[in-house]
RNA sequence: GCCGAGGUGACGGAGUGGUCAAUCGUAACAGACUGUAAAUCUGUCGCCCGUUCGGGCUACAUAGGUUCGAAUCCUAUCCUCGGCA
């Protein structure tokens, strides 16, 4: 018997819509109490970053949903912090008979809650990045070579190339590891239902989703976000649709180009996304451009609850 | 019409006789990922063979020419942009 659902997938494909509809039919389902909807959304996490980032609030209405708007915009938030929240409203749902469905597109946030991060205990050093942050990506190998030579020789190509992970590696190795997580379920606990689309398709969505975004005051919302704009999270800053409106409310580029720019970044980030999913086997894939596909999702979900 | 500048791979833009299939950036494609993950990083990127290595073909507006050798020099043509008419 499955413990939760888990609906992944890259963005604009109708995540929040389908986790919606599973959860209004399990409200009337006899057999459970209903579901807990919780977001996995790295965004969306922020407060008053609402039309850019795509919370679904108007097909959400009243539902509840967990992981949104928990944080200001100047706060920083982290997979430690999603890790903790979800898991956190994971066992609260199973306690009251209810079915925790976690839906959203941060691979690496899902991840967490398969896998004993022991790392994740040690907090960021702010003082010893910005120090290491200067050095160059050779005198940090090296450096990193010299505390521990078992950990640069473990990194692959593209890791020992990214300065950011190799000073979390020293990061790391500074601290010591303190105490582990152990994971609340395993992946075969989880009924996972990944949505896609075709590529093209996909893209001349986002695009026409990015204009529509606009319509509804996206660059009043990024104006608003601006005021404040050296204390917000770099989190923030640099998601799609707020970096780019900011990049044009600081003069650098045109709103053509940030609108052009706005696209393609999201463009990119499905496609990443997708690479990230791809490797998880456990996920039963629905083609979105398939008329039935939701009916053959509430098959698999009634096969797997039996509701 | 005259004067000036220029036409390079999907785009921007280097290169100004040989080491050029052509630096670099963007886009695209594939991938990595253990406290920034919508982040950050890696690989590929004219076509065809062949394993790394290599080999062949077609290419720097078009057509000729000079030269052992041209994206680079010369001539003509077409086109673009700026200035003057």
Do not use: C
Request: proline share 3%; aromatic share 8%.
């Amino acid at each position: 018997m499955k413990k939760a659902i888990f609906i992944v997938g890259p963005t604009a494909t109708g995540k929040t819509d389908l986790a919606l509809k599973i959860y209004n039919q399990i409200l009337v389902s006899p057999v459970k109490s209903g579901s807990v909807l919780i977001s996995a959304d790295a965004v969306q996490v922020f407060r008053s970053a609402d039309i850019i980032s795509g919370k679904d609030l108007d097909i959400l209405g009243d539902t509840p949903i967990e992981n949104i708007d928990v944080v200001d915009p100047t706060d920083s938030f982290s997979i430690k912090d999603f890790k903790k929240k979800t898991e956190l409203a994971i066992k609260e749902a199973q306690e009251t008979d209810r079915l925790p469905i976690v839906v959203g597109g941060t691979g690496y946030y899902f991840d967490a809650l398969f896998s004993s991060i022991d790392t994740l205990s040690i907090k960021p050093n702010k003082k010893l990045r910005k120090e290491l942050e200067e050095k160059s990506l050779e005198e940090l190998q090296k450096y990193l070579g010299g505390i521990d030579q078992a950990k640069l020789a473990s990194m692959n190509n593209s890791d020992v190339n990214n300065k950011r992970r190799i000073i979390r590696a020293i990061e790391v190795i500074k601290l010591g590891v303190k105490k582990s997580y152990s994971p609340i379920f395993a992946k075969e606990d989880v009924l996972f239902i990944g949505l896609k689309m075709d590529r093209n398709k996909l893209k001349d969505k986002i695009k026409k989703r990015v204009e529509d975004r606009i319509k509804n005051g996206a660059l009043d919302e990024a104006r608003r976000l601006f005021v404040d704009y050296d204390k917000l999270s770099p989190q923030l800053k640099s998601a799609n649709g707020y970096k780019q409106l900011f990049s044009y409310l600081s003069g650098k580029i045109n709103f053509e180009e940030a609108i052009d720019r706005w696209v393609i970044a999201d463009s990119q980030h499905a496609k990443k996304q997708m690479t990230w999913f791809r490797k998880n086997d456990q996920i039963n894939w629905f083609d979105v451009g398939d008329k039935d596909f939701e009916k053959d999702v509430f098959r698999l979900v009634k096969k797997s609850f039996t509701i």
